[in-house]
């Protein structure tokens, strides 16, 4: 038995175990394995671990403080299998950066010297680089907050995540292919699709050509990520972000599908109009429909969305002072592309919350660098 101090953050509306990088590796044990075991991945309700048994419960973050320059602290994220013993290391997650800052303000890998603090992060999967600015009153680090974000009612501490120039932090480029049209082989055919690379590589298709509006609920929606899912490997595969013998991901690229504003309503039953937004949009989580939207989805969406070409360009049109208003699940979900000096491509912000839950031992079942 590995005994292993973490922190759970949730972190927008994501619920992140923090670890720090050097009580990892003191364990002796693979990163791979610690988290398989911690998180009981292998059974699908992840009861005998720390994991929540969603995509956006079983989660972790392994954080240090950086000695590169312009970095206080670089972190990787690690998106744990349920009911699969696999971890995936190929993405980012802006809701679980957000938890990686209010970790820093807390644990002492920042100075806080005014009453804001701004971490700068670097993600270590994807090189994305990104900052987390917190309110710091009488220079001390925030318990309570009163921000929410859409998927949740709860308060936290609120966080406006920056994402610096993040067009092409896997491939190199916005668009990987060179072309802001692609078209793919789906399941019932030739389908056209926007292939970018901002925040995180995203696949993006129209609604329509699922015979969908784009504003269906989560269970109407589950309907066709199975064609998603397989569209999302030949997606993966026209990126270069895998070869043919490679072993499929589930977490890259995003996936998911978009559509012109249309009156609907949340999860939670809260009535949303044609004009509250600009673009409705459905990801996909892994496996299943995401909840909201993730960040670095939210990010790709705004680059796409100001590209002209793109589906999200043809549907949303041109955005005002870079705003962009996404009807998700949840609710509406704004991000803003600020534009960046020297050639960098705009940096995108969005508000968040963020708090903390827990901070406890771990007791890890793990024998001889397998989980028992």
């Given at each position: 038995?590995?005994r292993?101090?973490?922190e759970?953050?949730?972190?927008?509306?994501?619920?992140?175990?923090?670890?720090?990088?050097h009580?990892?590796?003191?364990?002796?044990?693979?990163?791979?394995?610690?988290l398989l075991?911690?998180?009981?991945?292998?059974?699908?309700?992840?009861?005998?671990?720390?994991g929540?048994a969603?995509?956006?419960?079983?989660k972790?973050?392994?954080?240090?403080?950086?000695?590169?320059?312009?970095?206080d602290?670089e972190?990787?994220?690690?998106?744990?299998?349920i009911g699969?013993?696999?971890v995936e290391?190929?993405?980012?997650c802006?809701?679980?950066?957000?938890?990686?800052?209010?970790?820093?303000?807390?644990?002492?890998?920042v100075?806080i010297?005014?009453?804001?603090t701004?971490?700068?992060?670097?993600?270590v999967?994807?090189?994305?680089?990104l900052?987390?600015?917190?309110?710091?009153?009488?220079?001390?680090a925030?318990?309570?907050?009163?921000?929410?974000?859409?998927g949740?009612?709860?308060?936290?501490?609120?966080?406006l995540?920056?994402?610096?120039?993040?067009?092409?932090?896997?491939?190199g480029r916005a668009?990987p292919?060179g072309?802001s049209?692609?078209?793919l082989?789906?399941?019932?055919?030739?389908?056209e699709a926007s292939?970018v690379?901002?925040?995180a590589?995203?696949?993006?298709?129209?609604?329509k050509?699922f015979?969908?509006?784009?504003?269906?609920?989560?269970a109407?929606f589950?309907?066709?990520?199975p064609?998603?899912?397989?569209?999302?490997?030949?997606a993966a595969l026209?990126?270069g972000?895998?070869k043919?013998n490679?072993?499929?991901?589930h977490?890259?690229?995003?996936?998911?599908?978009?559509a012109r504003?249309?009156?609907y309503?949340?999860?939670?039953?809260?009535?949303?109009?044609?004009?509250?937004?600009?673009l409705?949009?459905?990801?996909?989580?892994?496996?299943?429909?995401?909840?909201a939207i993730?960040?670095?989805s939210a990010?790709?969406?705004?680059?796409?969305?100001a590209?002209?070409?793109?589906?999200?360009?043809?549907?949303?049109?041109?955005?005002?002072?870079?705003?962009l208003?996404?009807?998700?699940?949840a609710g509406v979900v704004?991000?803003?592309?600020v534009?960046?000096a020297d050639?960098?491509s705009?940096t995108?912000?969005?508000?968040?919350?963020?708090?903390?839950?827990?901070?406890?031992?771990?007791?890890v079942?793990?024998?001889?660098g397998?989980?028992?």
């Open positions: 038995m590995l292993l101090q973490g759970m953050i949730r972190g927008g509306t994501s619920k992140c175990w923090i670890f720090d990088h009580d990892v590796v003191a364990t002796g044990v693979d990163a791979d394995t610690l075991a911690a998180y009981n991945a292998a059974d699908p309700r992840q009861i005998d671990g720390v929540g969603s995509s956006t419960t079983s972790a973050a392994i954080v240090r403080r950086s000695a590169e320059p312009g970095i602290v972190y990787a994220f690690a998106q744990v299998g699969d013993e696999h290391w190929a993405s980012n802006g809701n679980c950066a957000t938890a990686v800052a209010l970790y820093a303000v807390h644990n002492g890998l100075p010297t005014s009453d804001s701004t971490v700068r992060m670097l993600n999967n994807t090189g994305a680089r900052t987390g600015t917190i309110p710091t009153p009488g220079r001390t925030p318990e309570e907050g009163t921000a929410v974000v859409p949740t009612a709860a308060l936290g501490v609120p966080v995540l920056g994402f610096l120039d993040p067009a092409g932090s896997t491939t668009l292919t072309r049209l692609d078209t082989s789906g399941p019932a055919g030739p389908i292939l690379d901002a925040g590589p995203a696949a993006l298709f129209e609604a050509a015979g969908l509006q784009g504003t269906e609920s989560l109407e589950a309907a066709v990520v064609a998603l899912t397989v569209l999302r490997r030949q026209a990126m972000l895998a043919e490679d072993p499929v991901s977490a890259v690229p995003k996936v998911g599908v978009l504003p249309a009156a309503r949340t999860t939670d039953g809260t009535p949303v109009g044609p004009d509250e937004y600009d409705a949009v459905r990801m996909v989580s892994m496996h299943a429909p995401h909840p993730g960040l670095t990010v790709a969406l705004a680059t796409a969305a590209t002209p070409g793109t589906l999200a360009h043809r549907v949303a049109g041109q955005t005002a002072d870079g705003t208003r996404l009807g998700t699940p704004t991000a803003q592309a534009p960046a050639s960098a705009p995108v912000l969005l508000h968040r919350a963020a708090r903390r839950i827990a901070r406890a031992e771990l007791l079942p793990v024998l001889e397998r989980p028992a």
